[in-house]
């Protein structure tokens, strides 16, 4: 998968508080995936997040992993299957885009849930 790039008119949705190791939620680091619409931008305060991004749900290894390091960002497409791994002293937020309201709707495909912040 190439990077891809959330479309210039598309908008912020929701955000994360930050997560360390300490309290990242468990859906994170298991494979997950964005929502139908839904980008993901992961952004990199501290140490480093690496990303595995995986061809679809059952495959067995990832089909790229990238290491993104503090002051760094990476997107996630639409219906995209990864996970992510961080270093002792990562701290990571993600940031949810989309091109239409989405702010009632999940912005990910997993079973564990975590709370976002809305930007309305």
């Given at each position: 998968m190439e990077h891809q790039r959330i479309p210039p008119h598309?908008?912020?949705?929701?955000s994360t508080k930050f997560f360390?190791?300490?309290?990242?939620?468990?859906?994170l680091v298991t494979r997950h995936?964005?929502?139908?619409?839904?980008?993901?931008q992961l952004c990199v305060m501290e140490g480093t997040v690496t990303y595995f991004g995986f061809?679809?749900?059952e495959a067995p290894e990832p089909e790229m992993t990238l290491v993104i390091n503090?002051?760094?960002?990476?997107?996630?497409?639409?219906?995209y299957w990864h996970k992510v791994a961080l270093s002792d002293d990562a701290q990571f937020n993600l940031v949810f885009w989309a091109?239409?309201?989405?702010?009632k709707e999940p912005v990910f495909g997993a079973k564990e849930t975590f709370h976002?912040?809305?930007n309305s």
């Open positions: 598309w908008t912020v949705q929701r360390t190791k300490e309290n990242v939620p468990p859906a995936n964005t929502a139908e619409g839904v980008f993901g061809a679809d749900a503090a002051g760094e960002f990476a997107t996630s497409p639409p219906e091109e239409t309201d989405k702010s976002t912040q809305s």
